[in-house]
């Protein structure tokens, strides 16, 4: 099983490394009805199915149909594999569209686990955008239990890892904090949420919800927006 504490081997990202085209004559030779994209969504499949603990390119090859030898004629190494397969994961969340760039204050009250986002706390508002973020990425790693222990283990570069960054980036920008304040904070939610990784199965939504409105105070809070010690303290 990959870990965080493997490397006892020196290896570059898969999304630093350019991976040379194959001559013609070599490329005739790769099995026909493979491609990259293929064995990534089987890769993704299979550890949805097996766990990351049974994964392995044996494994994965006789799900395509295809002997082990086979897969390397796309990738180099079963590490880049799931490199791969744990950008295609964080590619099925739904990022929130761009806030309006006019800094915006907390509401007054967080909603409530499973119900409606009211005034202040829609699409409109920062911290409505940062909770439909966070579910949204604490549901796919309880859809893929595999991508927490992949997210601490690899440096998590990807296009889609790029796009989830950018993202809350985007919503913290709109929380009028000063950059240095604005830097704090985003260092504050990646730890959070990557930190629920491996109890998302077994935390309770609504002990979740609890500890993101704390989190969402406390930003408003090094902001000097008022009205929200009492705000995450209704929810709990």
Known sequence: M????DPEETRTSVWLTARPAAPA?????????LDRERITVATVRLLDAEGLGRFSMRRLAADLGVTAMSLYWYVDTKHDLLELALD????????PAAPDPKPEALPESPPEAGSEAGPGTGPAAWPGRLRVLACGYRKLLVAHPWVAPLTAAYPNIGPHARAFDAALQRLLD????????????????????????????RLPERDFRLALDVLIAGIGGIGGIGGVAGSAAKTA
């Open 2 to 5: 990959v870990t965080a504490a």
């Open 25 to 33: 004559r070599r490329r005739s030779e790769a099995p026909s009805g």
């Open 88 to 95: 295609r994961a964080l590619g099925e969340l739904a990022l």
């Open 174 to 201: 709109a929380t009028g904090l000063a950059e240095a304040r604005r830097t704090g904070a985003h260092l504050a939610v990646s730890y959070f949420l990557h930190g629920c990784g491996g109890a998302a199965r």
